[in-house]
């Protein structure tokens, strides 16, 4: 027992900022990489393994680990959006706004890493050889969103404003303690019924990203590793 009270003594990480990163870079992980693996698992299997619906609960509930995670930590932003709405708020300095930033897009790209790992043998099966953005067995709509054909750039982006401040406000209303409070440990749970409640109701446009650490890092990660510039510029996916 002394012996492991002095390792945790000495692996324990003192500088508050630093425990923070490393819970944001952590729980912002968790959360992506479950959200993808559900699409993953979806796209890969035709279906046969999984549908909209379960993709949507997979990243439902990849929100409440995450809080889980680093809720006590960092607050768990996992998402700039977030961040920005609470420096707005004042309960979060500005200074801190672009390091979190950084640190979610970059737990974001590693896990689309590790999505493309894990599901290497079935992405390449199900493309047939070819990483393609658009066309019937594409496969860049795993890692990143992207609007349906018949989406407008203005409509996309209004569909994103509201769906991302829908999910702001409900979650600034969650956590104020003036409102009727939830139980306490259950805020979580209630947030992630929050994220699956907007998923399945203004998903079809775009996809319903609500976080823009979740696109950008996974969207960088498929134009480096083999989709191409095409990622950046595709118009039309799976929505």
Known sequence: TSFLTRVRGRIRIRNQLVRECLAELISTFVLILITLSGTAQKVTSFETKGDTLTAYLAGAVAVMVGIYIAGGISGAHMNPAFTIAVCLTNQF??????????VETVASFLSAGTVYIL???????????????????????IFATYPADYVSIANGFLDQVIGTGTL????????????????KGLEP????????????????????????ARDIG???FTYLAGWGPEVFRCVEGRG
């Open 168 to 183: 702001i406000v409900g979650v600034m209303g969650i956590m104020d303690n003036r409102n009727k409070g939830v139980p």
């Open 119 to 141: 599901y290497y043998d079935a992405i390449w099966n199900y493309s047939n050889g070819t990483l393609t953005v658009s066309g019937p067995r594409e496969t860049a709509s």
């Open 189 to 212: 749970v209630v947030v992630a019924m929050l994220v699956l409640s907007i998923e399945v109701s203004m998903g079809s446009n775009c996809g319903c990203p609500l976080n823009p």
């Open 218 to 220: 996974p969207r960088l």
């Open 93 to 102: 300095p500005w200074w801190k706004l672009p390091i979190f930033m950084v």
